[in-house]
């Protein structure tokens, strides 16, 4: 048992909820402004989306499950690809779609149970895919990091690296060698300290924080106004396989979460509802033009160092990211952050996000000697690391992370030997 400081409904003295819920905020802040940065959005929109999304999440989980909602790094490859078929309009048609499958799903459990789902995505379907979500985008982060745009081109800039190993030697002593809230913040310590080095050796302009107003509306995307709403099959096709992995990452850290909180939100408030929150949150984002929304582990980290599980400090968070969504100043800072330090950033992130895949192997035990297993993850790297694609007309493909999801799925289902094992499993 835990001593806890703050049960899930019980709520602090005003100064100490100030308090806390900033700590929540900042941890999520850092990866939240990263994911739309690299994928063309606007940061304000993602902050301002991820306030809302965990309230409407809080809210349809009854205010039972204290998780805090920030963008998904799982749809980083996707929007670039949907941005480049189709324009920014597409990535947030498809982010729509995902929600409308999340429904789906919220809806199959709640008529069928949860037991399908947890044996339809094993570990050893889930995570390879993780692997592929993060070192797909691998070449990006190195790019970013080490070259600068010349006459079109990208070309090699030794200081502008400097900055992106300045930026990933810091984050990476957070996490080495600092305890508490500080090493749950790598990434927004990281891209601070980068900032700092990259205006100390003049590759910082200025210009746009001088310009900006101190208050300022986000940049919205709103459907119809701002761009053409038209659904092809590709673009369903790219967005809304990588459902598989949000949904398998869900559950994930509700179990975690409930570990923590010692509670069991897989049957209270259900998945149902905690998948429908999350689905809500995301489409409410893809309608207002932020990325795809997903459960942060960084608050799931704040909540076991602290013990303090209070919904309340976590809708305070919600509460500062959306009044920091309208600071223009601040927004333009976001938006003067050298290439060089995202792509820093990028290298510890998108190997972390690789790593816990293998983690995820790892921790169930999955038995590569077992040629079943060996072959589904075997195919689900190579297919989504080297960007297989499947032309099924003109209008319509399937590939990357995608193809690999779907391949991964169907293979575990059709291949003979298959196991009960579920995501559950290493969390009994």
Same mark, same amino acid.
């Given at each position: 048992?835990?001593?806890?400081?703050?049960?899930?409904?019980?709520?602090?003295?005003?100064?100490?909820?100030?308090?806390?819920?900033?700590?929540?905020?900042?941890?999520?802040?850092?990866?939240?402004?990263? %994911?739309?940065? /690299?994928?063309?959005? @606007?940061? =304000? &929109?993602?902050? #301002?989306?991820?306030?809302?999304?965990? !309230?409407? +999440?809080?809210?349809?989980?009854?205010?039972?499950?204290?998780?805090?909602?920030?963008?998904?790094?799982?749809?980083?490859?996707?929007?670039?690809?949907?941005?480049?078929?189709?324009?920014?309009?597409?990535?947030?048609?498809?982010?729509?779609?995902?929600?409308?499958?999340?429904?789906?799903?919220?809806?199959?459990?709640?008529?069928?149970?949860?037991?399908?789902?947890?044996?339809?995505?094993?570990?050893?379907?889930?995570?390879?895919?993780?692997?592929?979500?993060?070192?797909?985008?691998?070449?990006?982060?190195?790019?970013?990091?080490?070259?600068?745009?010349?006459?079109?081109?990208? %070309?090699?800039? /030794?200081?502008?690296? @400097?900055? =992106? &190993?300045?930026? #990933?030697?810091?984050?990476?002593?957070? !996490?080495? +060698?600092?305890?508490?809230?500080?090493?749950?913040?790598?990434?927004?310590?990281?891209?601070?300290?980068?900032?700092?080095?990259?205006?100390?050796?003049?590759?910082?302009?200025?210009?746009?924080?001088?310009?900006?107003?101190?208050?300022?509306?986000?940049?919205?995307?709103?459907?119809?106004?701002?761009?053409?709403?038209?659904?092809?099959?590709?673009?369903?096709?790219?967005?809304?396989?990588?459902?598989?992995?949000?949904?398998?990452?869900?559950?994930?850290?509700?179990?975690?979460?409930?570990?923590?909180?010692?509670?069991?939100?897989?049957?209270?408030?259900?998945?149902?509802?905690?998948?429908?929150?999350?689905?809500?949150?995301?489409?409410?984002?893809?309608? #207002?033009?932020?990325?795809?929304?997903?459960?942060?582990?960084?608050?799931?980290?704040?909540?076991?160092?602290?013990?303090?599980?209070?919904?309340?400090?976590?809708?305070?968070?919600?509460?500062?990211?959306?009044?920091?969504?309208?600071?223009?100043?601040?927004?333009?800072?976001?938006?003067?952050?050298?290439?060089?330090?995202?792509?820093?950033?990028?290298?510890?992130?998108?190997?972390?996000?690789?790593?816990?895949?293998?983690?995820?192997?790892?921790?169930?035990?999955?038995?590569?000697?077992?040629?079943?297993?060996?072959?589904?993850?075997?195919?689900?790297?190579?297919?989504?690391?080297?960007?297989?694609?499947?032309?099924?007309?003109?209008?319509?493909?399937?590939?990357?992370?995608?193809?690999?999801?779907?391949?991964?799925?169907?293979?575990?289902?059709?291949?003979?030997?298959?196991?009960?094992?579920?995501?559950?499993?290493?969390?009994?």
């Amino acid at each position: 048992m835990n001593n806890k400081v703050l049960d899930v409904h019980e709520k602090p003295a005003f100064p100490r909820w100030v308090a806390l819920s900033l700590q929540h905020m900042f941890a999520m802040f850092g990866a939240t402004i990263l %994911v739309p940065t /690299l994928v063309g959005l @606007s940061p =304000a &929109i993602a902050l #301002l989306t991820s306030g809302l999304a965990t !309230i409407v +999440f809080v809210a349809v989980t009854r205010f039972k499950v204290p998780a805090y909602l920030g963008s998904s790094f799982a749809f980083i490859a996707p929007i670039q690809v949907a941005t480049a078929t189709g324009g920014i309009g597409s990535a947030m048609i498809g982010s729509m779609f995902v929600a409308l499958v999340y429904a789906l799903v919220s809806l199959l459990i709640f008529t069928t149970g949860s037991n399908w789902i947890m044996k339809l995505l094993p570990p050893v379907v889930v995570g390879p895919v993780i692997m592929v979500i993060g070192l797909a985008v691998a070449p990006t982060a190195v790019n970013m990091a080490s070259t600068v745009s010349v006459g079109g081109e990208d %070309v090699y800039n /030794l200081l502008h690296f @400097s900055a =992106a &190993i300045v930026t #990933l030697a810091a984050a990476i002593i957070c !996490i080495m +060698f600092f305890r508490g809230v500080v090493s749950l913040m790598p990434v927004l310590i990281g891209i601070i300290v980068g900032y700092i080095y990259s205006a100390f050796i003049g590759i910082i302009d200025f210009s746009p924080v001088k310009e900006a107003d101190w208050i300022q509306m986000p940049a919205f995307l709103i459907p119809v106004i701002d761009y053409d709403f038209v659904i092809t099959p590709t673009l369903l096709a790219i967005m809304v396989p990588i459902s598989i992995v949000t949904i398998s990452e869900h559950i994930g850290h509700q179990l975690v979460l409930g570990k923590v909180v010692e509670k069991d939100f897989i049957k209270d408030p259900g998945l149902n509802r905690s998948l429908l929150g999350d689905g809500l949150g995301t489409l409410i984002s893809g309608l #207002l033009g932020g990325p795809p929304k997903t459960t942060y582990g960084e608050n799931i980290g704040v909540m076991a160092i602290t013990r303090v599980y209070s919904v309340y400090v976590i809708i305070g968070a919600a509460v500062f990211a959306i009044a920091f969504a309208f600071i223009g100043k601040l927004m333009a800072v976001i938006e003067t952050i050298p290439q060089a330090v995202l792509g820093g950033i990028s290298i510890l992130l998108f190997g972390i996000i690789a790593s816990s895949g293998l983690r995820m192997l790892v921790d169930h035990k999955v038995d590569f000697g077992n040629q079943r297993n060996l072959i589904i993850a075997s195919v689900i790297l190579v297919i989504g690391i080297g960007g297989a694609v499947i032309h099924i007309s003109e209008t319509f493909q399937v590939g990357g992370m995608a193809l690999a999801a779907i391949v991964g799925v169907l293979l575990n289902l059709l291949l003979p030997g298959r196991t009960d094992e579920t995501l559950s499993d290493a969390t009994e």
